[in-house]
């Protein structure tokens, strides 16, 4: 016999490697078992509906309101935080000595924006302003429909930003002023929205806000543009806390850049609830409405305006819209391509 060639297996040697493959094999089936329970008992804990449960159905409808409401509510906290702070401190009453200067102030809106952005952006788009919010509506692709409920929500965030403010303040405010009944405006009403310094004419104030609100939907529209030079994902707030802190430097000291009509009218309403009364409203003219208000707004939609018209080459854009001329080439040519007959039908 070689002894290369291999011996043929008995029937019991057979019998016994059968068991064993037998036996491999229901030890396998009883891992493959284990893994699929825990995988399915894993499974247990996803959910495969939509809604789970009543809440996230209402969740549904107020998701990207509410992430507007917070982005301003903690714009205003650090905002007019960083006023009552810097200012308040000044008096010697409140503290020994002051708590930061003008920087701070720009600082500190810089940084409130940013986290405002940061908490909204991925949910609304983080506009956290009015002026954004009608700017995108009127030349992007926004829906016209969702601005009632972003505005009010803006509003209401800087209305309930300004109350959490105040309520941390107050005893330093008293202090200030002389006593919890006494409120002054401009005076401390001045930490929560913004009055225009006596010189400014009424012009000067207008033209203020409408040249850093143009300035900033200018660089806003930089930022969503993927065309242009977009931040890294998630770097968008850091890029906007940049902008703020530039427009603060540089624009603010006027008219105390408010460029967003949320973050002006919001903590108004609050002081006109708190005592300030309705002066907050008829100072100079009722200057809360035409300046800080309906100048945001326009200053956005010329910002927005003329980026699109010289940069922006999105089919978003109002003013990238195909005219009456390329729409009827379109349809010429998907005519064209319908008649054209399918390929290889000459040899059917």
Same mark, same amino acid.
């Given at each position: 016999?070689?002894?290369?060639?291999?011996?043929?297996?008995?029937?019991?040697?057979?019998?016994?490697?059968?068991?064993?493959?037998?036996?491999?094999?229901?030890?396998?089936?009883?891992?493959?078992?284990?893994?699929? =329970?825990?995988?399915?008992?894993?499974?247990?804990?996803?959910? @495969?509906?939509? @809604?789970?449960?009543?809440?996230?159905?209402?969740?549904?409808?107020?998701?990207?309101?509410?992430?507007?409401?917070?982005?301003?509510?903690?714009?205003?906290?650090?905002?007019?935080?960083? +006023?009552?702070?810097?200012?308040?401190?000044?008096?010697? =009453?409140?503290?020994?000595?002051?708590?930061?200067?003008?920087?701070?102030?720009?600082?500190?809106?810089?940084?409130?924006?940013?986290?405002?952005? #940061?908490?909204?952006?991925?949910?609304?788009?983080?506009?956290?302003? %009015?002026?954004?919010?009608?700017?995108?509506?009127?030349?992007?692709?926004? %829906? #016209?429909?969702?601005?009632?409920?972003?505005?009010?929500?803006?509003?209401?965030?800087?209305?309930?930003? !300004?109350?959490?403010? @105040?309520?941390?303040?107050?005893?330093?405010?008293?202090?200030?002023?002389?006593?919890?009944?006494?409120?002054? *405006?401009?005076?401390?009403?001045?930490?929560?929205?913004?009055?225009?310094?006596? @010189?400014?004419?009424?012009?000067?104030?207008?033209?203020?806000?409408?040249?850093?609100?143009?300035?900033?939907?200018?660089?806003?529209?930089?930022?969503? +543009?993927?065309?242009?030079?977009?931040?890294?994902?998630?770097?968008?707030?850091?890029?906007?806390?940049?902008?703020?802190?530039?427009?603060?430097?540089?624009?603010?000291?006027?008219?105390?850049?408010?460029?967003? %009509?949320?973050?002006?009218?919001?903590?108004?309403?609050?002081?006109?609830? *708190? =005592?300030?009364?309705?002066?907050?409203?008829?100072?100079?003219?009722?200057?809360?409405?035409?300046?800080?208000?309906?100048?945001?707004?326009?200053?956005?939609?010329?910002?927005?305006?003329?980026?699109?018209?010289?940069?922006?080459?999105?089919?978003?854009?109002?003013?990238?819209?195909?005219?009456?001329? !390329?729409?009827?080439?379109?349809?010429?040519?998907?005519?064209?391509?319908?008649?054209?007959?399918?390929?290889?039908?000459?040899? *059917?």
């Amino acid at each position: 016999m070689s002894p290369n060639r291999k011996r043929a297996s008995t029937p019991s040697e057979s019998s016994g490697i059968s068991k064993e493959l037998r036996e491999h094999e229901r030890i396998e089936d009883i891992h493959t078992s284990q893994d699929y =329970g825990s995988e399915h008992h894993e499974d247990l804990d996803v959910h @495969y509906t939509r @809604y789970p449960n009543s809440w996230s159905r209402i969740r549904e409808y107020i998701r990207e309101p509410a992430a507007e409401f917070l982005g301003v509510m903690i714009l205003i906290i650090f905002g007019a935080g960083v +006023d009552c702070q810097v200012v308040l401190s000044g008096n010697t =009453g409140v503290a020994s000595s002051p708590k930061g200067d003008y920087l701070s102030l720009n600082f500190g809106w810089a940084v409130g924006t940013a986290l405002g952005v #940061w908490v909204s952006g991925g949910i609304s788009g983080g506009h956290i302003n %009015p002026a954004v919010t009608i700017a995108l509506a009127t030349f992007r692709d926004f %829906p #016209w429909r969702k601005v009632p409920a972003y505005v009010f929500a803006q509003t209401m965030g800087g209305l309930c930003g !300004a109350g959490i403010v @105040y309520a941390n303040y107050i005893h330093a405010i008293d202090i200030v002023e002389g006593g919890r009944h006494i409120r002054t *405006v401009p005076g401390t009403a001045g930490l929560f929205s913004t009055y225009a310094l006596d @010189y400014m004419t009424s012009v000067s104030c207008f033209f203020d806000e409408f040249l850093a609100t143009a300035v900033l939907l200018i660089v806003v529209c930089a930022i969503n +543009d993927s065309r242009n030079g977009p931040p890294p994902s998630g770097l968008a707030p850091l890029v906007l806390f940049i902008m703020i802190l530039g427009i603060g430097a540089a624009l603010g000291m006027q008219t105390g850049y408010a460029i967003n %009509p949320a973050r002006d009218l919001g903590p108004r309403l609050l002081t006109a609830m *708190v =005592g300030y009364g309705a002066d907050v409203f008829t100072f100079r003219s009722h200057y809360w409405l035409w300046c800080p208000v309906i100048a945001p707004i326009i200053g956005a939609l010329a910002g927005v305006f003329v980026y699109d018209t010289l940069l922006f080459t999105g089919a978003e854009s109002l003013l990238n819209k195909p005219n009456a001329k !390329a729409r009827a080439h379109h349809e010429r040519a998907r005519n064209e391509e319908r008649r054209r007959p399918v390929a290889g039908i000459e040899n *059917v």
